[in-house]
């Protein structure tokens, strides 16, 4: 388990991280969210050991980060980088060793990354003659080419297409099944939601909320029903449930916010009382309205 | 030391296989090659060219001056006519570049040359044959017997030296050669790989590998991979240079007929007065200065965000050495003065100015020790301090630090 306690981090006058905490249990997949500035990059050094805490501590499996620990990491930086002379496989392999594997091992895998990020055409060629979308999967392979025991990866998706995206995906869900924890960071709330199973929001150094998708919603206090055919007996039952809100919708649908706390299956009674109702959906809040109210409320 | 070693082995195969390696090597090495023989080359083709004369006078006087000529050149023919020559008389005498006209007088010998083309003949031609001549110039100025003159001019000299490690002047002007050639490479060297240090971790730091890298090993052990792999290459890459040179050197020496300034340079390289133990100072030096600019070279290097930057940042670095290689040159000269001692114990100018005076004089061991162990301190303080800067400066990003800044993480 990755265990990120009170962690607190200042470069001269400026405090960059003021009280971080998490837990992410071995083997899933963390999403890790802030605004931009809000101290993410900086803590994912610290879990690294690139920076050390001034305050606080980072252990895995209870111990703290130290050098050989870290060569069973893996990173892949916000900021893209590669040797640009050197090939394509060469880049690959040499990561490799430097996080301690030997051959065939290197081989075996670097050809196995190579395969699976579909970069095959591109194996023998210098990274600088690559498209910027190639040279970030070379980095992806690069950062997880030892399949680490937990990998980091800030802003994964940033300037890939949907077809190379969708190809990350799934390698991630790969290294995950293999038992790999996978602690990501990104402003595309949709993909983190799809890949993670617990999330910690951060802003200003400072953690906002932190846990599962369930548990973030739980701390909503409204939800959104959406209701079909728009009809004046329908929209009268709406307008009784204590508490309830209309909402503008351009697509004929009724929205109404009501309480989270509401009860769905008497709503729903009623209205097909009242009416023959052809959509009824309690729309859950999805992590990116999470994100901007938790974001707001520290504004 | 696992990091250490797939640092080290990287960045050597990288510089082996970069184009400025290569173009380094190949170029060091045509260089030593130039060195050594082109001034052979040049004379060869200067003395092909207009070795080939004809003796025109009157046939005791030609019969007397041909084997003293043809010490120098090829004499093809003689002949008693006196009217100026034509192409076509050269051309009749196989082709001869030039007809040397001898005439007697009251004073001696008076010679014309008739070239095809004076440019082959040139000064040092007619100091030649001014020279070759000279014994019959005497005789017949003088009157004296044969004998005699021969006597006159072959009077010995005898030059020595005194109070010096070299037992003769020629050993020491060699020594002197061999230490400025030394000096120049030990500046070279360090230069030239440090510079290479700067912009690999500058390209490093610009292209934003620097976070990927320190995320897998040790920030230390980059660096020291960096600077061992580059220290193993400027070795090589002088032990290279040194084999070429000594190659070359060595099969010059053996060049019957080799002229005195050729032996000269090819003597840089086949020379006994340089010892052992200078070698050794040679290796020593060059590994500490090279240890010391090129870790401070790093840490300068870690701090730009932009290659354009490369200059200004290395610039201050630069003026030290450069000072050091002139007062290492001017160190060979007077090994003994009190700046050259002072200086000879400064940390980063010290390599270039002890070895100066140990090729050339005779430094108490007790003094070498001292720079070594000075040096030795420095290369240790400035990996402390500089490895301190190297590893904040990798990730920062933005605008450059401020010196204040650099203070403070050095204090840290």
């Known amino acids: 388990m990755l265990k990120v306690e009170h962690v607190r981090k200042d470069f001269g006058g400026v405090r960059a991280v003021s009280d971080v905490s998490f837990e992410i249990p071995r083997g899933i997949t963390f999403g890790l969210l802030g605004p931009n500035g809000a101290g993410k990059t900086t803590t994912m050094r610290m879990i690294l050991g690139i920076y050390t805490p001034d305050a606080g501590s980072v252990t895995w499996d209870g111990k703290q980060i130290d050098g050989s620990m870290r060569r069973r990491f893996g990173y892949l930086p916000e900021e893209r980088g590669l040797y640009g002379k050197m090939k394509v496989r060469e880049q690959i392999a040499y990561f490799g060793r430097l996080h301690g594997m030997t051959e065939p091992t290197i081989t075996q895998r670097t050809a196995s990354w190579i395969e699976q990020l579909g970069l095959q055409e591109y194996a023998e060629r210098p990274c600088g003659e690559l498209s910027k979308g190639n040279q970030q999967k070379v980095q992806v392979a690069c950062a997880a080419v030892h399949e680490p025991e937990l990998l980091i990866l800030d802003e994964p998706f940033s300037g890939l297409d949907p077809i190379n995206a969708e190809m990350l995906l799934n390698a991630f869900n790969d290294l995950k099944k293999r038992g790999t924890t996978l602690v990501l960071s990104s402003h595309q709330m949709w993909q983190l939601e799809i890949l993670c199973s617990r999330f910690c929001i951060i802003t200003a150094g400072q953690n906002r909320i932190s846990g599962t998708l369930a548990e973030l919603r739980s701390t909503w206090p409204t939800r959104l029903i959406r209701v079909q055919p728009n009809t004046p007996s329908v929209r009268e039952i709406l307008e009784h449930i204590p508490g309830a809100h209309p909402i503008a919708t351009e697509n004929g649908s009724l929205d109404y916010r009501v309480p989270a706390d509401a009860h769905y299956s008497e709503i729903l009674r009623s209205l097909v009382a009242a009416e023959a109702i052809t959509q009824f959906d309690a729309v859950e809040p999805s992590l990116q309205d999470i994100y901007i109210r938790a974001i707001e409320e520290r504004a | ?412």
Request: aromatic content about 8%.
């Open chain 2, 1 to 412: 030391m696992n990091e250490f070693i797939t640092v080290y082995s990287a960045e050597i195969t990288r510089r082996l296989k970069s184009r400025a390696f290569r173009i380094g090597l190949i170029i060091g090495v045509l260089g030593i090659v130039a060195f050594i023989r082109l001034p052979q080359y040049m004379e060869k083709l200067a003395g092909d060219s207009g070795k080939s004369i004809v003796l025109v006078g009157d046939r005791a006087l030609t019969k007397r001056a041909a084997p003293l000529i043809a010490k120098d050149f090829t004499v093809v023919g003689t002949s008693t006519d006196a009217s100026p020559p034509t192409a076509a008389f050269l051309k009749s005498h196989n082709n001869a570049a030039a007809s040397l006209m001898l005439a007697e007088s009251a004073s001696g010998i008076k010679v014309t040359i008739y070239a095809k083309d004076p440019g082959n003949i040139g000064a040092a031609s007619a100091n030649r044959i001014r020279s070759d001549l000279l014994p019959l110039n005497l005789q017949l100025a003088t009157r004296m017997s044969q004998v005699r003159v021969n006597n006159l001019l072959q009077m010995q000299v005898d030059i020595r030296t005194v109070a010096s490690k070299f037992g003769s002047v020629a050993d020491a002007e060699t020594a002197h050669n061999i230490a400025s050639v030394l000096i120049f490479f030990l500046y070279f060297l360090i230069i030239l790989n440090s510079q290479l240090i700067l912009s690999s971790v500058a390209e490093e730091k610009t292209s934003r590998i620097a976070e990927l890298l320190v995320a897998s090993v040790q920030p230390t052990a980059l660096l020291a991979g960096k600077i061992a792999s580059a220290a193993t290459l400027a070795i090589l890459q002088m032990v290279i240079w040194i084999a070429v040179g000594a190659l070359l050197g060595s099969g010059m020496s053996q060049t019957p007929g080799a002229s005195g300034n050729f032996t000269g340079l090819s003597g840089l390289f086949s020379s006994s007065v340089i010892s052992p133990l200078e070698i050794g100072a040679f290796f020593a030096f060059f590994i500490l200065g090279y240890l010391q600019l090129a870790t401070l070279f790093a840490a300068a290097g870690s701090l730009i965000n932009r290659t354009e930057d490369l200059g200004s940042v290395s610039m201050p670095l630069v003026i030290p050495i450069i000072i050091a290689f002139f007062v290492a040159i001017t160190a060979l000269q007077t090994p003994d003065a009190g700046y050259v001692m002072v200086t000879s114990f400064i940390p980063l100018i010290s390599p270039f100015i002890m070895f100066a005076r140990i090729a050339v004089s005779n430094v108490p061991p007790i003094q070498i020790a001292a720079s070594l162990a000075i040096n030795l301190a420095a290369v240790i303080t400035i990996a402390i301090l500089a490895g301190k800067v190297y590893r904040v400066g990798l990730l920062l990003y933005g605008r450059p630090p401020k010196l204040r800044q650099i203070w403070a993480t050095l204090r840290d």
